[in-house]
């Protein structure tokens, strides 16, 4: 589905992100994780070509057979949405606080199908429903503020989903929501992806939740990917110094019996790349 | 009383209350505002159809009369009734502030937009252009026009008007920017939005109330400029009656009839005083800290 080739982003001259390679099959979960500042963001943002002009980004990064490196904005502008949809962190900060819920689901159908105003009116509730928001006919005369952050943020998975996108990106969309509100934002993705055949990189700092919902797992630190294989792999028998580390920092996962110290430690890349 | 009704009650007075805007936030400046602007507006649209006597019949023999129970505000040097002088002379005051604001609004609000969207470097260069347009001052800008194009309503609303672009332009820039700056933007960017959609429908509506403010400010401002221009001559040229031109007529006669003066200035102060007053309270009315959360 998607293929990453010497991706370089860089801000002159200085290297933030170096992938030599990262595939994501069609229909497959990739779980991307790291810590902050480790390039998660940077990666995906580059697969959108929304990153600031200011970074340079070369290499390739090919999907669905076409290169999107260098595809003219119009073109981009087509796939942004309708092909590859994407999620944030904190739903209450990406919806646009005037405007309707209803209206802001059918933003895409607006954009990239013909459909009429009752046809979106329509998909529009089925969207709402299948992201299992209670009574859509109330909400969509809603603003975003008067939802909950969980309400808020299957009303962003509903815009995302909305024209069938091959390829879903979600940039820790549970970071930002109470912890009883993510498992059920975790099993909805989860269930979407399944039903729909569709890819997702799902991007986070919490390897728990990643373990959760992908088939594989890619370890990124300091801009590059250090490890990447199966959940029980990762998590089981991790190669990388700094994946035992993350491991043990993470207080969610059984048995982790390795104890290193995340600050102030450098870790050392070679291993397992 | 049993509980359920009370659990009912309690709900819908707290959906009556959120559903409404908090009654502090009509402050006084509000509805002072409105009634002026209310009645300006009222008395200059019943002078469209109605007026207390025809205001270009002259009657020289009962010229510059005090107020009488036929002339309620007394005559003008020609004897016209100066009530129906005023009322009509709105038309022309009113007329030419809306059309210099919608233009200053319209253009000024775009251009703001898309400078904030085209990044730091246009910004700054519309910020100093934008400098120059505010430095001239609007009546000189007048009194060029009149001379290269003849006085009237086209050089008194150009000149508003190019005032009014660039100040406007600036006040929009900086909100705008910080809109832009938001999340939501970047997510109606993975929908494949361009930028110009982005900027007018997705910034403007945050940045709305602030270009309402802005709307009533300038909608005074040019009520006080189309008054000095008419009183200079530079504005409407008779018989179009207007009231600067008014008061420019009665000021060498201030001290044979003072009354004169006293109507005409005395409805530039009050419509001056009203979007003035409206201004300030819509800003406090529309506040988006107070009455929504989440947006700049």
Redesign the interface.
Known sequence: MIEINNLRISISDKALVAIDHLVVAPGERLGLVGESGSGKTLTVMSILGLLPEMMKVEGSISFAGRELLGMPEKELAKIRGRDIAMVFQDPSRSLNPTMKIGHQVGETLRLHTNMGRMEIRQRVLELMHSVRLQSPEKMVNRYPHELSGGQQQRVMIAMAIACGPKLLIADEPTTALDVTVQQGVLELLLQLSQDSDMSMVFVSHDLGVVQAISDRIAVMYRGEVIEIGPPAQIIDSPAADYTKALIAANPSIPNADVLVRLAGTRFNTDQGA | MNGPETDTIVIATQEARRSRPRSSTYSPQLLVGVALTGAVAAITLLSLFWTPWNPLTLDVENRLQPPSSEHWFGTDRLGRDLLTQVMVGGQNSLYVSIVATAIGIVLGTSLGLVAAGAGARWGAALTRISDIGIALPSILIALVLATAVGPGNLSVIIAISFWFVPVTARVVVGPARQVLA???I?????????RIYILFR?VL??I?PLVIVQTSMMFAAGILIEASLSFLGVGAQPPTASWGRLLNESQPLLQIAPYYTLLPGMFVVITVLGFNLLGDGLAVLLDPQQS????V
Not at chain 2, 186 to 194: D, V
């Open positions: 938001l999340d939501f970047e997510a109606a960017m993975t929908h494949g939005r361009g997705q509506p945050n709305a929504r959360k989440g947006v």
